[in-house]
């Protein structure tokens, strides 16, 4: 099968979500600054190891360094994990890189859409990818960041992004992966709704099979 092997049929199924969720009204909605960066991980949490997590507080500290507006969503999923993360993130990284942090409850499917939709960025999951929401985010307008390892699981979401014309959103090392996640955060939100941040996807959909994310993606490099 060429391009990538999970078939997706969003365009059937969620053919009305809007990929621009990135108004001043959606943010206030949320309870952010208007111009806040956000960056996600909506994966389940057994799939962080430390090193990652580790990588996305440095990340954070790195971005909160210039201004302390940056904020990443994280699921509650499973609850019992919160109070563990806050307790490292705390310990390595300070209580202000530990309040940028923002746990959220799961949600039904197309509230988690239009969420996944608000952010900036969605930071993967190296060990075991993000596999549906890699897609969730692709199809909501969300660019998500990885870096391939040697596993099938590894290399899902680069699939993925190569799929829809992103290539450049996977990179080649953990310090390229924190870079990358600091640049996301460098540009205040609102500079991020211009023209000059978004690309249309390109090239064959997300299974080669005529379905898979149309429209505009929002990409973090220029």
């Avoid at 365009?11 to 996600?40: K, M, Q």
């Avoid at 897609?135 to 307008?141: R, S």
């Avoid at 870096?147 to 290399?155: E, H, K, V, Y």
Wanted: proline fraction near 9%; hydrophobic fraction near 45%.
């Amino acid at each position: 099968m060429p391009d990538s092997y999970y078939l997706n049929d969003y365009a059937a199924s969620w053919p009305t979500l809007r990929a621009d969720a990135h108004t001043p009204a959606a943010a206030r909605a949320d309870g952010l600054p208007r111009d806040a960066p956000l960056l996600c991980s909506l994966n389940q949490l057994p799939k962080l190891d430390p090193p990652l997590f580790a990588t996305w507080l440095n990340a954070l500290r790195r971005s909160l360094g210039a201004r302390a507006r940056t904020r990443m969503w994280l699921l509650r999923f499973p609850a019992e994990a919160e109070a563990h993360l806050r307790r490292e993130a705390a310990a390595h990284a300070g209580p202000v890189t530990r309040r940028s942090l923002i746990m959220l409850d799961t949600a039904p499917y197309a509230a988690h859409l239009r969420r996944a939709a608000q952010c900036d960025l969605f930071a993967d999951s190296l060990l075991y990818n993000a596999h549906t929401s890699a897609t969730d985010a692709l199809w909501a307008g969300t660019p998500l960041l990885t870096l391939p390892g040697a596993t099938q699981p590894s290399r899902v979401a680069s699939s993925l992004l190569d799929a829809v014309g992103l290539g450049p959103l996977v990179v080649r090392s953990m310090r390229e992966y924190e870079d990358a996640l600091v640049s996301a955060t460098a540009t205040p939100r609102g500079a991020r709704a211009t023209a000059r941040w978004r690309a249309p996807a390109r090239g064959p959909s997300l299974a080669g099979s005529g379905v898979g994310p149309t429209g505009r993606q929002r990409v973090v490099f220029d």
